[in-house]
């Protein structure tokens, strides 16, 4: 009975969380309300506080659901990959992330992050997205200085190259969002990375 009742609630958290999801995307999260969450899912709105404080913990565990660390992307590479031949490494962990993206969990979230989010209260958009931003270049900065002490980057700092494909990573995420639907992020950010990356390597 008692595991039960944990599986019937956490499933009931996962529907609130859902239901989040869908008004924050309709409505963007400033305008949107637990009371209008609670009813989305047919509960009350103390069902809501019963497994969230606020809209900001809401808000929160709805971006956990997608959260993705770069570091989590290179571990699923092929474990020697990354000592042998880093810039493949770093190619094949920025495709798998771009195919992440397309799954429509994370494009809806990561939309509303971007575009449907305004500061206030606990909520603060623009730390969270710098939070993302700088946890990537990290990773990539580590694997470009292993790169650069193997020798595999032509002539460019393992700083320059991971400013290069940051930015090209950027530029790509905040252009696919804005559209979605005009093209696959993944087929298109799979020839560009693998065009800059070949521009990187050392003959």
């Known amino acids: 009975m ?41 509960m009350t709105r103390g069902a809501v506080y019963w497994h969230f404080k606020n809209k900001a913990d809401l808000f ?11 570091q989590d992307l290179m571990d699923q590479v092929e474990p020697t990959l990354a000592d042998r031949c880093p810039l493949e490494a770093i190619r094949q962990a920025c495709i798998k992330g771009l195919a ?12 509303i992050l971007m575009y449907r989010c305004e500061f206030f209260s606990d909520i603060d958009p623009q730390a969270m997205q710098e939070e993302i931003s700088q946890d990537t270049y990290a990773v990539l900065l580590k694997y470009f200085q292993m790169a650069h002490e193997r020798g595999q980057l032509a002539s460019l700092s393992a700083e320059a190259a991971t400013d290069l494909l940051h930015a090209t ?10 559209h979605p639907e005009r093209y696959s992020i993944k087929t298109r950010g799979a020839v560009m990375i693998e065009n800059l990356l070949q521009l990187m390597r050392k003959d």
């Open 2 to 42: 008692a595991r039960r009742t944990k599986a019937e609630a956490a499933a009931t958290r996962e529907a609130l969380i859902d239901a989040a999801e869908d008004m924050f995307m309709a409505h963007g999260v400033a305008r949107t309300s637990l009371e209008q969450i609670a009813r989305h899912t047919g």
């Open 60 to 70: 929160h565990a709805m971006l956990e659901r997608v959260r993705m660390p770069f």
């Open 100 to 111: 992440r993206l397309e799954q429509p969990r994370h494009r809806r979230v990561h939309s």
């Open 169 to 178: 990573l950027s530029g790509l995420f905040y252009g696919w969002l804005r």
